[in-house]
């Protein structure tokens, strides 16, 4: 399942995975998505590597940029994965 975590002044969406295990490691799915014309801009960071892939219509410096956010938010991301997303921790 996926997790809205915020919204860019771009309209870029940032989403995120619960915490799954791989190779005995906890892992997070990091998901960015902006709309445009005919489809989507998309890229993919796997917490907590920092590890980038398929990314699709953004810049080397918008990937950059995102790097800065995701590694200034890891910690509340990979928690919030733990817990079920904003809104369920939100409850608590």
Same mark, same amino acid.
């Given at each position: 399942?996926?997790y %809205?975590?915020m919204?860019? #002044?771009?309209?870029?969406e940032?989403?995120h995975?619960?915490?799954y &295990? #791989?190779? @005995?490691?906890e892992?997070?799915?990091?998901?960015?998505?902006? %709309?445009?014309? @005919?489809g989507?801009d998309?890229?993919e960071c796997?917490? %907590?590597?920092?590890e980038w892939k398929?990314? #699709? =219509?953004?810049? &080397?410096a918008? +990937?950059?940029?995102?790097q800065? $956010?995701?590694?200034?938010?890891?910690h509340? +991301? +990979?928690?919030?994965?733990?817990e079920? =997303?904003?809104e $369920?921790?939100?409850?608590?």
């Amino acid at each position: 399942m996926m997790y %809205p975590f915020m919204t860019l #002044e771009d309209k870029t969406e940032v989403v995120h995975s619960d915490a799954y &295990e #791989e190779n @005995g490691a906890e892992c997070v799915k990091v998901y960015f998505e902006r %709309p445009v014309m @005919g489809g989507f801009d998309s890229a993919e960071c796997y917490l %907590p590597a920092y590890e980038w892939k398929n990314v #699709e =219509g953004f810049s &080397e410096a918008e +990937i950059k940029s995102f790097q800065e $956010l995701v590694e200034s938010t890891a910690h509340v +991301i +990979i928690q919030l994965a733990r817990e079920g =997303g904003l809104e $369920l921790a939100a409850n608590f």
